[in-house]
């Protein structure tokens, strides 16, 4: 295996992707090459680390080593020897293959956070013997690995996993009753998972919780109201765009690095700016009072509420996007003011106000990608509506309304800057630019307005302060696409919030492994790194014995060089493989002719 680079032009920029690769040689005597791990863009200090990584794997690998080999009969001359049992390999059978790798990995990032200490305490075994966190362990592994109802769990995933191999159980870890009951013993022990969290993020990494992040999604039910007094489902704004299906709105709060804190799920008609102050709250009994920074988006935080933050002891610190409304407003003060810069690529202008500070702040990079957008939009739809101007002849003028409201729904960010006036009794429109929005646009593109009570604060880190919020949006995504938090398939309410508890906890390890890999690549995802460890597999392995017995062995499979390479990078060890077993004699000669 050797790195390799790949470099890509984007926005003027040269970029550099390394990649890890493996030649193999194939039929015909040729070498091709095998793309096994991408990187993405890393720092030569990483680049160094992972070409040891992948010298040391090869040194390895190619230590010869000399073995004795003796043929089968020689066992013969020491038949009266009770320690040697003659076996039939011929008779060999191989059973049950199911994958264990990604399995035992979820376990050990489920050991690194001690959340099996955490629930063991909390969740103690029924009268029964039911062992609930287990249980849980089962349900979380399954919405990290391979999402889906707790049904299909139950029918098939299960026993094609060696979760019960790992954990020391059998199928009735995967009993359908058992799971559903497991979720309604989960939320009163929300807060202390927290606090749990809380400890465990500082000492694993270090995390400070001094600059938090604040967002919001919704999740949304295929159902059919009404629904009971009280219940969490309502219609409401989708960001889904699915505004026909009621829903849940999900409140969340991560550290600059993506490391979940608190969550709460709130009713689908929430509105976003009647959310904040309960946080605000929670926070404070959750952590003490504190002088920390909140980063939020527009639309979020009212007057009200930025003002009793302001007004708090101590002041509650807070840096919010501004909506582009007030951005008008401010735009002759903002004027003639310099701008200053902040990084490369990045300026700014600062304007104090009223005990706060407004930093308008635009990015090289970002102008350009959003003129690419706006052009890319305006060129689409201009072609469209030159071709329906065409057709217009042959149109009824209901089928042109049509038309022209499919093409506004396409291009809605062109139509914006597009004068259209139809013929209130033809079937006939005029269209064209309007120059003033459209110089609008170019003046407010790649460029936002920030606001803070950070008066004295550094413009670069307010700015670098108010990017970080991607991590929340980041993981809002995992939620939806690596973890699929929907369909929900749950009708009571608790189990719907325990759902999304167990959806929660799944994001912690992913968070943790993601945390992990942050160090060694930026290129390298969770989702990829268990993808890989899947395709280590566990088998059985029976072979029967001369006198009737039969021997069996438990055994996963060796990974693959560019798995072990990312064991030694991740400083992960496999387990010993577990010890034969053989059938006693009894009931070997209880066994059938």
């Known amino acids: 295996m050797f790195l390799r680079a790949k470099i890509r032009k984007k926005d003027g920029k040269r970029h550099r992707y390394w990649s890890v690769v493996e ?223 009621v829903q849940v709105v999900i409140a969340l709060v991560v550290t600059p690095e993506g490391l979940p804190l608190a969550y709460e799920v709130l009713s689908g008609n929430t509105a976003d700016k009647t959310t904040l102050r309960d946080f605000l709250g929670k926070i404070e009994r959750q952590y003490g009072k504190a002088r920390r920074v909140w980063v939020m988006d527009r639309g979020i935080p009212t007057e009200e509420t930025l003002a009793e933050m302001r007004a708090a002891d101590p002041p509650v610190s807070y840096l919010v996007g501004v909506p582009k409304g007030r951005l008008g407003r401010l735009e002759r003060d903002l004027v003639g003011r310099p701008w200053r810069e902040a990084r490369p690529g990045v300026e700014v202008k600062l304007l104090p106000r009223d005990g706060e500070l407004y930093v308008f702040a635009q990015s090289l990079d970002r102008v350009a990608k959003e003129r690419s957008m706006r052009r890319r939009q305006l060129k689409g739809l201009w072609a469209r509506l030159k071709e329906l101007d065409r057709m217009s002849a042959n149109l009824t003028r209901d089928d042109l309304l049509i038309k022209l409201g499919q093409a506004k729904a396409k291009w809605p960010a062109g139509w914006r800057l597009v004068e259209v006036e139809i013929d209130p009794k033809l079937a006939a429109y005029r269209y064209g630019l309007d120059r003033k929005k459209l110089r609008q646009a170019r003046r407010r593109e790649g460029r936002y307005l920030l606001r803070s009570n950070l008066t004295d604060g550094d413009p670069a880190a307010l700015w670098s302060f108010y990017i970080q919020l991607v991590q929340v949006e980041e993981a809002f995504r995992t939620l939806k696409g690596d973890l699929a938090v929907r369909p929900i398939h749950h009708q009571d309410e608790r189990r719907i919030e325990a759902h999304i508890f167990i959806a929660f906890l799944a994001y912690c390890l992913h968070a943790t492994l993601g945390r992990r890999l942050k160090g060694l690549a930026p290129g390298l995802t969770p989702r990829a790194v268990f993808e890989k460890f899947a395709a280590v597999q566990m088998i059985d392995i029976h072979i029967p014995t001369a006198d009737g017995r039969e021997l069996q062995l438990t055994r996963y499979t060796q990974p693959e060089p560019e798995l072990t390479l990312l064991l030694n990078r991740l400083k992960l060890d496999l387990p010993d493989q577990p010890p034969p077993k053989i059938t006693s004699a009894q009931a070997a000669a209880a066994l059938p002719p």
């Open 23 to 245: 030649s193999k040689r194939v039929a015909g005597g040729r070498v091709v090459q095998k793309h096994v791990l991408h990187l993405g863009e890393i720092n030569d200090s990483q680049e160094l680390a992972w070409r040891r990584s992948i010298e040391a794997l090869d040194a390895e690998a190619g230590r010869a080593r000399t073995l004795a080999l003796f043929p089968e009969d020689r066992a013969a001359e020491t038949a009266t020897d009770a320690s040697i049992v003659r076996l039939k390999l011929s008779q060999l059978r191989l059973r049950r293959p199911r994958q264990w790798g990604a399995c035992w990995l979820a376990l050990s990032l489920w050991e690194e956070l001690r959340l099996d200490r955490f629930w063991s305490e909390r969740l103690p075994a029924s009268r029964k013997g039911t062992r609930w966190d287990q249980e849980l362990f089962v349900l979380v592994a399954y919405r990290l690995l391979a999402p889906g109802s707790e049904w299909r769990l139950h029918r098939e995933w299960f026993e094609r996993t060696a979760l019960a191999d790992l954990m020391g159980g059998d199928f009735g870890l995967a009993e359908i009753h058992k799971l559903y009951r497991c979720h309604d013993r989960l939320l009163e022990h929300k807060e202390a998972l927290f606090h749990h969290l809380t400890e465990r993020w500082r000492d694993l990494f270090a995390a400070r919780f001094d600059l938090l992040l604040y967002d919001l999604t919704s999740t949304y039910f295929e159902a059919e109201p009404p629904f009971p007094e009280g219940d969490k489902r309502r219609y409401g704004y989708s960001r889904d765009h699915r505004p026909d299906c």
